[in-house]
């Protein structure tokens, strides 16, 4: 509901590949993005909810499946949303950055 509130169109939630889980995957006019979502009961958790390592799992999922639904020649990237109880959503954009 929060992406869809900021004109993101969901189109896929959990898509299973043979190398891992997307949560979401979700379209706005030239992007699609897909989307990791973790969840901690506490903020300060949320510092190590996502690493290089979980990411890099996220990105082979995503080369699995990605032309399955970037097919009007939309950009794609990979966000992250982090959610704790009492604490705004965060959102980072493109939060893949593969290093060399």
Known sequence: MWLASRGW??????????????DLIVRRPGLVAFVEVKWRARAPSL?????????????AAVECVWQNYATEGEDIRIDVILLAPGHKPTHI????????
């Open 93 to 100: 954009e493109n939060a893949w950055m593969p290093f060399g």
């Open 47 to 59: 510092a190590d909810a996502i690493d290089e390592r979980r990411l890099a799992r996220v990105a």
């Open 9 to 22: 169109r969901i189109i896929a939630e959990r898509v299973k590949t043979r190398a891992g889980e997307i």
